[in-house]
């Protein structure tokens, strides 16, 4: 689970934000919503709401960046922000794995594609709530400092390795097995960080699942059938081809030669079988945008929450009913939900719920300034600073513009200027 993202000088981003999913436990209540492990309370769900073009996507994709160095990939698409100088971005993310705290940092020169600086540390908590950080490594040139812990032979290595990529990936870790440690510790949680668009979600999980004989194709069906959509079944059915061949066509040959001009991902998905009134259709023909995007949904929130996966959600209300969005966040938050995480954008003003949905430290609001796109939570705004209690009415405080994070659309003045 995530428990922490730092950005600063990345896209939109020209000063340093955090995303915190740090648990306040002086509050009890919604105590569902956090899981606790190791003196550590981490939130199980997070919202980020803001005007559209504010750095939602942007925070979203921060993710992304770091997801991609821990996996040892190219850092595709990790640009500094447009109005500095400045060509160096700092990323960075503190995170449980195997009941253990970890954090990741690095500097990224997005002119020269070279990493400037790196540290990888253990956070550990006592009893009392006080925090100790051990370093593991780090390596920063710039400031004469190169240190592995208790291995001169690795801080020797270290000080000449190259700058294209991080260090646990250009050092020969055979030799050095505390880089093989946390070599695996990073590719691990990267590979449980599960980040969607909602306007292009991709159907392979859900057709790789329908496909198989496992006992999570019974549990994606159900959840596709309890999502209260008018679908009586869904299948994957290999034979349906031939069907719509012999329906339409009158001959399986003209439907084989049709479909082989398409992708086997595009068959896969002519397979994806609907039942709807006691009658067979394809799902991807058939179903609602909505619809096609639950199915395609549903595997990658099944996985989150029976693997203990980070789902990372941008624009999760797009073609959703509001009551769904809804549903979706509440499964996360429930107890049976022990290790799954979501974190999601979102314009749904219907979640802005203290009462019974979220935690106020769970909502997250974003906004632009003159100077830079500022990211905060609710849990700023007390009963002393302007009456916001866990009973307050959020929505209507929201519209009135007390948290800011609002767009005040004035449409009709392009028409007057028009006019003019």
Request: aromatic residues 10%; charged residues 25%.
């Amino acid at each position: 689970m995530i428990l922490e993202v730092r950005v600063d000088n990345c896209q939109v981003f020209s000063k340093s934000i955090e995303l915190s999913l740090k648990a306040d436990m002086r509050n009890k209540k919604l105590a569902y919503n956090v899981a606790s492990n190791k003196n550590f309370n981490i939130l199980k769900s997070v919202c980020l709401y803001g005007p559209n073009n504010v750095g939602k996507t942007c925070l979203i994709n921060a993710i992304r960046f770091i997801r991609r160095v821990m996996l040892n990939k190219r850092p595709v698409g990790i640009n500094t922000n447009l109005f500095t100088k400045n060509k160096i971005c700092k990323l960075g993310m503190t995170f449980m794995y195997n009941e253990q705290v970890f954090n990741f940092d690095f500097h990224y020169n997005s002119d020269k594609e070279e990493f400037l600086y790196e540290k990888f540390s253990e956070c550990v908590k006592d009893k009392y709530g006080n925090e100790k950080e051990i370093i593991y490594l780090e390596k920063d040139p710039a400031n004469k400092r190169i240190f592995a812990q208790n291995n001169t032979d690795l801080e020797a290595v270290l000080g000449v390795v190259g700058k294209d990529n991080i260090a646990i990936y250009l050092i020969d870790t055979e030799k050095f097995p505390q880089l093989n440690t946390i070599s695996k510790i990073l590719q691990s949680f990267a590979s449980k960080i599960d980040i969607l668009d909602m306007n292009k979600i991709p159907w392979a999980k859900t057709i790789e699942v329908m496909k198989s004989k496992s006992a999570k194709k019974k549990k994606i069906v159900e959840f596709i059938r309890h999502a209260d959509i008018d679908l009586e079944d869904f299948k994957y059915n290999r034979d349906f081809l031939h069907h719509i061949g012999l329906k339409f066509h009158g001959d399986k040959s003209a439907i084989q030669e049709e479909v082989l001009k398409h992708s086997p991902n595009f068959m896969d998905q002519l397979c994806l079988v609907s039942t709807h009134n006691g009658v067979q259709v394809p799902s991807a023909f058939f179903d609602s945008t909505g619809t096609k995007k639950i199915i395609a949904l549903a595997s990658h929130i099944i996985d989150a929450i029976e693997e203990g996966k980070v789902l990372v959600i941008d624009e999760l209300d797009s073609s959703l009913h509001y009551s769904l969005t809804r549903a979706i966040v509440a499964l996360f938050n429930n107890e049976l939900n022990k290790n799954g995480q979501l974190i999601f954008s979102t314009h749904d003003i219907s979640l802005l719920d203290c009462k019974a949905l979220f935690r106020k430290e769970q909502i997250w609001f974003m906004r632009r300034t003159d100077e830079q796109i500022d990211v905060y939570p609710l849990s700023i705004f007390t009963a002393q600073k302007n009456g916001t209690r866990d009973t307050t009415d959020i929505i209507e405080h929201y519209k009135k513009g007390v948290y800011g994070a609002l767009p005040r659309p004035d449409l009709i003045e392009a028409l007057l200027e028009v006019e003019k």
